[in-house]
């Protein structure tokens, strides 16, 4: 049971990125997917969810509109497309995946508890800088 991610790298202000989180040994179908981000300094924060069925995604407000996660079932891969990116955005990104059962939250604001998250990547390093 795996998560990879991919994808960071060294981007002036204002660009773009695109993020993917690839799993092995489950199926993301049948879990919430979050990213989170850990910036210099900081905790380790929620920025984005997916929901197992696509339907429902929830940003955190500092990230919205420059934020855009999706996920391709078929090659059980998430994605998070980062636009406009600015120097604050730098850190190390991860994707987390809970199995969605009856209880498990929605994607939401309460989504976002590192501690209740099933799996984790090992992260992917964005660096904003020019």
């Known amino acids: 049971l795996q998560l990879v991610e991919s994808g960071g790298a060294l981007v002036q202000p204002g660009g773009s990125l695109m993020l993917s989180c690839a799993a092995s040994?489950?199926?993301?179908?049948?879990?919430?997917i979050a990213w989170f981000r850990q910036t210099p300094g900081k905790e380790r924060e929620g920025v984005a969810c997916i929901g197992s069925s696509s339907r429902f995604t929830h940003y955190v407000r500092s990230v919205k509109d420059r934020l855009t996660i999706s996920k391709d079932d078929a090659n059980n891969t998430v994605f998070l497309q980062l636009n406009n990116v600015a120097p604050e955005d730098t850190g190390v990104y991860y994707c987390a995946a809970r199995i969605a059962t009856p209880e498990t939250p929605r994607c939401g604001n309460s989504f976002y508890r590192p501690a209740d998250m099933d799996y984790w990547g090992k992260g992917t390093l964005v660096t904003v800088s020019s």
């Open positions: 040994g489950f199926a993301l179908r049948y879990a919430r």
